[in-house]
């Protein structure tokens, strides 16, 4: 991301922030403190930029864009009973659940607050509400994929395809949308519009099949959170899809037991390792994550040349290149 | 209300919710059920019609006001561990708390999406810009309000004026931006548009300061929910308050004993009863809900006569006159 956007970034949701003095205020700032990776307002912002709009004029959609993200984290870390966020406690840990459940929505209202804001730096009203349709929309899908990732818990017959409607709805439709609202709201054309929602849908399929890889690649400090979270949570992920497909019929049952909670977690997070090193899932989920993000790459060829385009299709590949 | 109303409002809900076979829509549809009071959908499109405006213009919003408030009403029960809402179970009750989280979410959004429809109806796009920044700032209040509720859970010492900014916050917010949101989405004038405003301040005060007296004048039948709530979740409510600042040595450290959560709560409530009588502190309660009803009426004044009008005049007596 380019120095200035951080900056910018960060100014603004010091001036919107800081002011506060009651619980919500801290619980937010606390949701909200440095530490992620901000990719959602920064493809907002490049998005705009990229179909010829100013980085001034999208900013508080920018930060709404975020805000929405994290109003999802926080709810989800109560969901899935996660201690620890970004190396930090988490919110409802740190206030308790009841304000974690307040401050969540919040951050939801305050996201669209900061879309109305686009008003004031000179955003025309139809762009604004062609792009609170598509945000809306986005965090009603965000919720269906939510729920539907608890409706699937431990079901390790799930399909690929019903994985992949899952992370569609509950990871891809917001990056999808912040893509799609940055370049509604920088006045870009009606095809520049569809193709960065477009790459927006396949940066974050790619995104999201990475991160269920990181738990397998990675280590808890670096990613930040307890790796073995996804076990404890019988969470579905495509490592684990892939494996039960291929495994023979004894490590089938192991992953079986392991997903019906059935077996102590430590043991079932090493298990599972070996299940998928063995099942070598680990280089099919990649595959897939990297043609996603080939497709994003290819999505973004109608527009024209930029450092803006430039930086989107770097961020395509970064969304599969990282380790937390 | 017209009958027109509920039967329009109900077929808005049916055409919006019928479709989806997913957990999610069972649940949203399980929380919006039939048997709510439609206070704000009918007050947004009376206030509506009130300056002028259209009701099938303004349907979808009145529909996403009653979304906004019952994802409120979704998390509230999970915070206090209300296991019945409207005589059935509440949703996390129902669905388990993971998908009673997830449901208030994709109602909030949900009413950011019926806002967007507005412009199939024909609403101007600044109005619909305009009543966004109502809406969300009102919302952002309410969870402002939740958070202060639970931050002074069980503090006795409470200023009348603290609770009375309290209740503005959590539930004059939304009856103000329904009314306000209302007249802007039918284009009324600044001033009727101010002067709606004030009247959901005014008649939301009102309606909440009733709404905790109900707990010390009607019974767990009739409300449809645990009267016993308010206490074993160490509520402060304006009989308590008043009860405490008039009651004798005694009575307020038996006050302070069961707000201490040290008193169980059947016996909590049966005492908190009777000390409420002893101070007179229901009557007192009464009048301060029905200056504030009449403040509401007055601010009707600048408004042209009309059934509309007349109409949200009767609520405002309705709101400080009802048992459940």
Redesign the interface.
Same mark, same amino acid.
């Given at each position: 991301m380019p120095d200035g956007y951080a900056a910018l970034l960060n100014e603004e949701f010091e001036r919107r922030w800081l002011s506060g003095d009651?619980?919500?205020d801290a619980?937010c700032r606390h949701a909200l403190a440095p530490g992620g990776k901000l990719m959602r307002p920064v493809l907002l912002l490049d998005s705009a930029v990229a179909v010829g709009g100013r980085v001034a004029s999208v900013l508080p959609a920018a930060v709404g864009t975020e805000c929405g993200h994290v109003?999802?984290l926080v709810?989800d870390d109560?969901?899935d009973g996660d201690e620890t966020r970004r190396g930090r406690p988490a919110v409802h840990s740190a206030y308790?659940?009841?304000?974690a459940?307040?401050?969540?929505?919040?951050l @939801?209202?305050?996201l669209?607050?900061c879309?109305?804001?686009c008003?004031r730096t000179g955003v025309p009203?139809?762009r @604004?509400?062609a792009a609170?349709?598509v945000?809306?929309?986005a965090?009603?899908d965000?919720?269906?994929g939510?729920?539907?990732e608890?409706?699937l818990r431990g079901d390790v017959s799930c399909s690929v395809d019903t994985y992949l409607t899952m992370i569609r709805l509950k990871t891809a439709a917001l990056f999808r949308a912040s893509c799609e609202s940055g370049a509604i709201l920088g006045q870009g054309t009606r095809e520049w519009i569809g193709a960065l929602a477009r790459y927006g849908d396949h940066l974050g399929t790619a995104f999201q099949i990475h991160d269920d890889l990181l738990a397998y690649t990675s280590d808890a400090a670096t990613t930040g959170k307890a790796a073995a979270s996804d076990v404890r949570n019988r969470r579905l992920t495509l490592p684990v899809i892939l494996a039960y497909q291929s495994a023979d019929a004894a490590d089938r049952a192991r992953i079986e037991d392991i997903m019906a909670g059935a077996v102590a977690v430590e043991d079932a997070y090493t298990t599972m390792g070996e299940i998928i090193e063995r099942t070598q899932a680990v280089p099919a989920s990649r595959a897939m994550a990297w043609r996603n993000a080939e497709a994003a790459h290819d999505d973004l060829a109608v527009l024209p040349p930029s450092p803006s385009r430039t930086r989107l299709a770097r961020l395509a590949t970064l969304a599969v290149d990282r380790d937390r």
């Open positions: 009651r619980i919500l619980v109003a999802s709810h109560i969901i308790g659940m009841d304000q459940i307040v401050a969540g929505d919040a @939801i209202f305050f669209f607050q879309l109305a804001d008003r009203e139809d @604004i509400v609170l349709d945000v809306a929309r965090g009603y965000l919720c269906r939510q729920s539907l608890s409706e």
